[in-house]
């Protein structure tokens, strides 16, 4: 029997590989040796592995699922030879849209329908990640399956979990988004106690013998049930830091309050211009104004400048700030708190647009004639001085009342605003105002009401601006580029999915809505008349979201498609540097490529890359703020336990019924358990009948239901029904 023969003093040491990193090995391995045969302790031998037999078995046979391995007698594997046609198998990019069984379903912006993974084959990916996965459709079923092949991008490393004391370790459970518990070594709880709320970072994502992930406690928080450290577990538990980095503070610590000389030298002086910003009553960072004067030298022409915050004139290229911004990529806006971008002596300070300053701007300028048609248009870097800061609410009272400051500019710019938004209209643009729900809030944060905030004219002017900037510098950029390509960075929206259009079109005709959908702009005359039968119905405003989810997602994209929802082939996000970090992409190629004979150009692969990330970090704020939403809707909820209130069937699941509160927009579940039979669902979940008494419910329906639960960790709201109504 030969002997193992010794490592030599330079081989390399044992290593333990994550499960991806070891199919690969164990498959190369194969293909390295296509006639030979090995068993799970041979494998290890000979790649020189730390892993385990059981880790090293679930590789193999996971190769065999993939139809990469044939197994044989004695526990043996050899490589297979007769591979089915590559078409069989594709690979895609996607993001883990996880469930509370450990499977999950991936996104793909190549495919119509979401892929199932089933737990098994999950490979450490987590909820929110962005993974390669190989997906196929097997025979008899209409849904694609997959597997993760690889985690390209991790949404998240650090969740807030409770942390429960053992003998020997202890384990912390998630409260969000992770199916496992993790272990923790008792040398790694910070102190923590028995059932206190603690910061988790997961160290190991394969599952060791106690079918758990492992970590180590980074953080305290306490023992759980304060709003704040509620809040703070929704933006860690989406991957949010909650500090910024030493570095990116001693940076923006170190950069000079006041405006260097020099600055008023290069940039074209606008002080004397009437400049105002308009914004929420709570905003800090205001990161836009309007400028507007009447041009003595041509009679009836009127130039408005766009004044955005001049963000990358601080924020430099690769330093400790640029990276902590991309890293976040985006402000996160909860019910009650904003975790900025940037740091507040950028965001609230230096780059804020306040009132009565100068501030460094970078400016889209657009000269209208008589008729409001833009007849000149210029980009460049600006100083201005804000004559006043406007809340939403007081422009909105002097455009109904016609005085106050500014009423004149203010008239003016509305109805150019009017024609701006007339004629997107006409070129097919989509006019989607989903409600926005909104919260009063006690002192120790508790919520006292629920509201539906109203959008006025005051809100659409400003819109209408910020729009032309961004698709007026897209398109500076996509012409500039036509005979050799600019790579830039776009935001793009694709047109709808075909099978969700027609399920949505069945959707809608319960209610009494035909929807043609035989072309794009076909479609997007449907969507609209949908939108003004809803201002006129209230019911009909159920349809708007489902409506929605038929839209493919807008994302950033150096590839541009157009974006569909507007109704602009060119249009990218130039607008809000302080709060979003492809606006600072956006500024820095377009600052390049401004001189007339300049031609700059990143790397398309390099920003690509960048636009993903972004994309997936606009997810995961998103889902932070929605979650936000309905920790607050259920914690108002708790308070109302008993009461009854009007709402709307507005889905159906095997459980039971989904119903949307009139007044608040809360949602909770009247279960078919309360019911008092069992209930089938019909034609694509539109509706649900009684087995035994031919009872139906269909989305739409008008009830009467009574709170009877709430479950704030889970953000569950249970009612049950008290009265159904004819439909309204």
């Known amino acids: 029997m030969s002997k193992r023969p010794k490592r030599s003093p330079g081989a390399q040491k044992n290593r333990k590989l994550s499960a991806t990193q070891l199919q690969q090995e164990v498959l190369q391995l194969f293909k390295q040796h296509p006639k030979k045969h090995f068993n799970p302790r041979q494998v290890m031998q000979v790649l020189k592995l730390d892993n385990n037999k059981d880790s090293i078995q679930h590789a193999l046979n996971t190769l065999v699922e993939t139809r990469a391995l044939v197994p044989l007698e004695d526990y043996k594997f ?23 069984t450990g499977s999950a379903y991936v996104t793909c912006d190549q495919l119509h329908e979401d892929v199932h993974v089933a737990a098994k084959y999950m490979h450490g990916a987590l909820h929110g990640d962005r993974v390669r996965l190989r997906v196929w459709k097997p025979p008899g079923r209409t849904r694609p399956e997959g597997q993760v092949l690889e985690v390209l991008e991790r949404a998240s490393t650090h969740f807030v979990g409770t942390l429960w004391m053992h003998h020997r370790y202890a384990i912390v459970s998630p409260e969000m988004k992770v199916p496992l518990d993790i272990y923790v070594d008792l040398a790694h709880t910070k102190g923590a106690k028995d059932g206190d709320k603690v910061i988790v970072k997961i160290t190991q994502y394969e599952t060791n013998r106690f079918s758990t992930l492992e970590g180590i406690v980074t953080a305290v928080l306490g023992q759980a049930g304060s709003h704040d450290i509620e809040m703070k577990a929704i933006l860690i538990n989406n991957g949010f830091d909650l500090e910024f980095s030493d570095e990116a503070l001693q940076e923006a610590a170190e950069i000079p309050e006041h405006i260097d000389a020099t600055e008023y030298q290069r940039r074209l002086d606008m002080r004397a211009i009437t400049t105002f910003t308009i914004d929420p009553f709570n905003a800090k960072d205001f990161d836009d104004a309007l400028s507007i004067r009447y041009l003595e030298s041509e009679e009836g022409f009127i130039e408005v400048g766009v004044h955005i915050a001049d963000v990358t004139h601080y924020l430099k290229p690769g330093g400790p700030l640029d990276k902590e911004a991309y890293r976040r990529s985006t402000s996160v806006y909860l019910v009650d708190r904003v975790l900025p971008m940037l740091p507040e002596k950028l965001s609230n300070e230096l780059c804020s647009l306040r009132p009565h300053e100068d501030k460094l701007t970078f400016s889209a300028v657009f000269v209208f004639d008589k008729s409001y048609k833009i007849v000149r248009r210029w980009f460049g870097k600006t100083i201005i001085h804000s004559d006043r800061r406007f809340t939403y609410e007081e422009v909105q009272a002097i455009l109904d009342s016609g005085q106050g400051d500014f009423a004149e500019e203010l008239k003016c710019l509305n109805q150019i605003a009017r024609k701006l938004r007339k004629e997107r209209f006409k070129k097919g643009a989509i006019n989607f105002e989903t409600p926005e729900v909104q919260f009063r809030l006690a002192p120790d944060g508790a919520p006292v009401e629920v509201f539906v905030k109203e959008r006025k004219e005051a809100h659409m002017l400003i819109e209408d601006f910020m729009l032309l900037a961004n698709r007026e510098v897209a398109t500076f950029i996509y012409q500039k580029g036509k005979n050799q390509e600019i790579p830039f960075v776009y935001r793009v929206h694709d047109e709808p999915n075909p099978e969700k259009l027609e399920e949505f079109a069945l959707f809608a005709r319960q209610f009494g809505i035909n929807m043609d959908i035989s072309s794009p702009a076909a479609i997007a005359r449907s969507f609209n008349r949908l939108v003004e039968a809803a ?7 159920l349809l708007e979201q489902p409506a929605i989810r038929t839209m493919a997602k807008a994302v950033y994209s150096t590839d541009n498609i157009g974006h569909y929802g507007l109704a602009f082939t060119h249009y990218c996000h130039f607008t809000s540097p302080i709060r979003r970090y492809s606006d600072v992409l956006v500024h820095r190629i377009l600052e390049q490529n401004l001189p007339a004979d300049a031609f700059f150009r990143m790397k398309k692969d390099k920003l690509e890359e960048q636009c993903k990330h972004i994309s997936l970090q606009e997810r995961k704020a998103m889902e932070a703020e929605r979650e936000s939403v309905r920790y607050k809707q259920t914690e108002y909820m708790e308070k109302h336990l008993g009461q009854e209130f009007d709402g709307v069937v507005s889905g159906l699941s095997e459980r039971g019924l989904f119903i949307t509160l009139v007044d608040t927009l809360c949602e909770g579940m009247v279960s078919f358990d309360s019911l008092g039979e069992p209930f089938r669902t019909l034609q694509s979940k539109l509706s649900a009948k009684g087995v035994f008494s031919g009872r139906q419910f ?24 008290v009265e159904e109504k004819p439909r309204r």
């Open 535 to 541: 201002a006129k119905e209230s019911t009909l405003k």
């Open 78 to 100: 050899k490589l297979r030879t007769d591979s089915p046609p590559s078409h069989q198998y594709n690979d895609y990019e996607g993001y883990i849209d996880m469930t509370r």
């Open 698 to 721: 269909k989305t739409g329906d008008v009830v009467r239901v009574r709170v009877v639960r709430t479950d704030l960790s889970r953000r569950v709201i249970d009612l049950e029904l």
